[in-house]
Every structure is written in C-alpha cells, then in structure tokens.
C-alpha cells in the first residue's frame, strides 16, 4: 500500500478521496488550509494544516510520501468570474518545485472538462455558459496543466464532467481519447474512485481523460 498526499483534502473531491483511499488500505496525508475540519477518524490519516501557496509547507508534506493527489478548488463567485484566479497554477508550481526538489515523482492533478484542448468538446450550449461564467478560472486551469506536462514528473491529469454530490456508484467512464470527450455528470464519490485506482494501477500515466457518469 502506498502513502498518498491529497491535497486540498478538506472538502469536495478531496475529502471523498481521502476516504476512499483510507477504505482501500492506503496511509494518507490529508492537507489542506483547514484540516482540521476533515471529521473522518482513522488510524491510518494524518490530517496536516498548511497552505498550497507556501513551499516551506508543501515540502514539509511530502516527506515520505509515494503518491501526490492535488484536488484545490475555488470559490465561484462574482470576483473569480470576472477577474479569475491564479491559485491553481501558482499552487501547482509550487508543487511542481517541491516534488522535484524532494525526489517525489508521481503525481495525479485534477482539473476539470474545459481544461486545455478539452475546452472545445464541451458542446454549443455549454460552451456558452462556459465562457460567462468559468473562463477566466478555466484560463488558470489551463496554465496549471501545462505546468504539469511539462514538469518532467509521473502525472495523469483528470478532468471530471458536471460535478454532484451523492454516495460512490462505481458507474463512471474513463474517457481516454480526445474524439470520445464530452460533457456530463459525475459524483465527486466516483471521481474519488477513481483517482484511488488511478493511483494504484496508473493506467493513465501521461494522460489527460475526462471522468463522467
């Protein structure tokens, strides 16, 4: 079993793969500005507050770990839609230094449909709403995967479809090729899932799918 760092570990993605990975055996790491917030109790969670914008934090995190999952997210709101964000690449760049720096080499990022050449799969309609009110965050996230291709790191970036909430089902798709993207729900449980098994089996290594329903 592997030690993973989850990253952004206190809420949504993060917290459900917290505990997936804690129901599949694995030791982790959960990090996040607010980590003492995350309820679950096991013996093998560490829960470790710092902040992603910080290397002297980030670096602290890593030591002996096998397996970096970052899930950051940020908050929609009438600043982030009209300004946007740089947390996702400067968090990402941080991070970026910080495995390299500590030997740490596999590295699984999640981002969303609409990241990078995904953008132009997400359909007309979407497409719409899209640009008025994610693109500029979406821009960010679009510098982030870059950071990640080009790191010289073991990375798989995830891009999961319309997000819900709900209990795990196990029923959700891969989608691997470009020509086979496109827009659709999916639990945060089942991206949790998946990451999970991304993490153990690597089966997408050097791959961007997007995760849906």
């Known amino acids: 079993m592997s030690k993973i760092l989850i990253l952004g ?3 949504g993605i993060g917290l459900e793969t917290v ?51 970052q899930t950051l997210g940020a908050t929609i709101n009438p600043d982030t839609i009209l300004q946007g964000t740089r947390l996702f690449s400067e968090a990402t760049r941080v991070l970026v230094d910080a495995m390299v720096a ?7 990022c999640v981002t969303g449909i609409g990241a990078g050449d995904s953008r ?18 979406y821009d960010d996230k679009d510098v982030q995967e870059q950071i990640v291709r ?37 639990r945060r449980a089942d991206v949790a899932l998946f990451l999970v098994d991304e993490a153990e089996r690597g089966t997408c290594r050097g791959k961007a799918p997007v995760i849906i329903a």
């Open 9 to 11: 570990a206190s809420r």
């Open 19 to 69: 505990r997936a990975a804690l129901e599949a055996g694995h030791e982790v790491r959960a990090f996040a500005r607010s980590a003492d917030s995350v309820t679950i109790e096991n013996a093998k969670l560490e829960k470790l507050t710092g902040d992603a914008l910080e290397a002297g934090d980030v670096r602290s995190a890593l030591a002996g770990v096998d397996i970096v999952i």
């Open 102 to 108: 500590e030997g740490v080499k596999r590295l699984i």
């Open 120 to 137: 132009q799969h997400l359909g007309i309609a979407y497409r719409l709403a899209f640009t008025f009110s994610l693109r500029r965050i």
């Open 150 to 186: 080009s790191s010289g790191l073991d990375w798989t970036l995830v891009r999961p479809g319309l997000l819900r909430d709900g209990r795990a089902t196990g029923l959700y798709q891969v989608l691997e090729k470009p020509e086979d993207w496109k827009v659709g729900p999916v």
